[in-house]
């Protein structure tokens, strides 16, 4: 690895822990508010990064794009509403990286305003991050909706066949699998099997431009 690809790591590096942090978060979050001790039992509602990274996936993010946090344990036995909780519990995580996408874009473009130029190095390292951090939690929400398990948006889509088992568990089984051979396949040919980075381009793009930023 050389020294620009250190550099622009180092650059992504904010962007993803506030992206996962807040992502798990939430869904810890949201599954205490629906009745489930489980996430803070397990000391999951808490802003502290080191709670919600997996070592493993946080690097496969950096050097892959596609990686993964701790996952957000819940008992859907404890839901007050297991039904409609569990999908409560599932867009959290995602709604909450547009919201942050949001935030930093409005942050960023009065950034600009108050310093119209980046003639210092640090100032445009600084104007650099805010960009990444913007567009990886546009890429976290778009990529978590995905309806593939172990995604957030599978559970939308699996959560109306739990009336059928046979086909729930067939569903979850192999979409998990064509989820791993899309990443594979990405990883080894370096051709995008998930092609997002359009619709993260267009809401990065827009939103940055709604909020004033040219």
Not at 13 to 26: Q, R, Y
Not at 67 to 92: C, Q, S, T
Not at 148 to 165: A, E, I, T, W, Y
Request: aromatic share 14%.
């Amino acid at each position: 690895m050389d020294n620009f690809d250190i550099v622009r790591i180092l650059k992504f590096l904010p962007g993803i822990i506030l992206g996962l942090t807040v992502h798990e978060f939430s869904h810890a979050w949201v599954a205490h508010r629906c009745g489930d001790a489980t996430s803070k039992e397990q000391g999951r509602i808490t802003l502290n990064p080191l709670k919600h990274i997996d070592f493993l996936g946080f690097v496969m993010l950096i050097v892959a794009g596609f990686g993964w946090a701790k996952p957000v344990h819940f008992n859907e036995e404890n839901l007050r509403n297991p039904k409609y909780d569990v999908m409560k519990i599932a867009v959290a995580g995602p709604l909450s990286n547009a919201f942050i996408a949001m935030l930093l874009s409005i942050i960023f473009s009065i950034y600009s305003v108050l310093i119209p130029s980046y003639p210092d190095n640090i100032l445009r390292i600084i104007s650099e991050i805010f960009l990444y951090a913007i567009y990886i939690n546009w890429g976290l929400f778009i990529f978590n909706l995905i309806p593939l398990p172990p995604l957030d948006g599978s559970h939308l889509l699996l959560n109306q066949f739990k009336r059928f088992p046979v086909l729930y568990d067939n569903l979850y089984k192999y979409g998990s699998y064509i989820f791993l051979a899309l990443i594979l396949a990405t990883v080894i040919t370096k051709i995008n099997f998930l092609p997002i980075w359009p619709a993260i381009r267009f809401l990065g793009e827009g939103f940055l431009s709604i909020v004033g930023y040219n």
